[in-house]
């Protein structure tokens, strides 16, 4: 079992930064491919970043390429969600995830649909 917990959410002006962060329990974090998704409201759910899970490979929605930098650092069981250049747009709820089948190229692909171990989610606002 993984509990994810993300924090790092919070309210910022357009065109701020943001980190978000997600912690995950357990001993085998570094087997698994991670991803972050994001739904606004009256919005579905999608995919914004996933990495894979060494770290290597690490794709990304286009909306945020460019401006959004995923990462993890395994000895602390940790990935990061690096938001550069905010959008009104970007304001949603986000997500961390992980899965321990699926490559990041999956994750990516396929909306999160199915995986294994999901956050709370924190709420990012940005503002106009």
């Known amino acids: 079992q993984v509990q994810l917990v993300e924090s790092g959410g919070g309210l910022v002006q357009a065109g701020g930064s943001l980190r978000l962060s997600c912690v995950a329990s357990?001993?085998?974090?570094?087997?698994?491919?991670m991803g972050w998704f994001r739904q606004a409201p009256g919005k579905e759910r999608e995919f914004v970043a996933a990495?894979?899970?060494?770290?290597?490979?690490?794709y990304y929605a286009d909306s945020v390429k460019g401006r959004f930098t995923i990462s993890r650092d395994n000895a602390k069981n940790t990935v990061s969600l690096q938001m550069n250049s905010l959008k009104p747009e970007d304001t949603a709820v986000y997500y961390c995830?992980?899965?321990?089948?699926?490559?990041?190229?999956?994750?990516?692909?396929?909306?999160?649909?199915?995986?294994?171990?999901w956050g709370k989610g924190t709420l990012v606002t940005v503002s106009s």
């Open positions: 995830a992980a899965d321990q089948r699926r490559s990041a190229i999956t994750i990516a692909t396929t909306g999160g649909y199915g995986m294994d171990y």
């Open positions: 990495i894979s899970w060494s770290g290597g490979l690490t």
């Open positions: 357990g001993r085998t974090f570094s087997s698994y491919a």
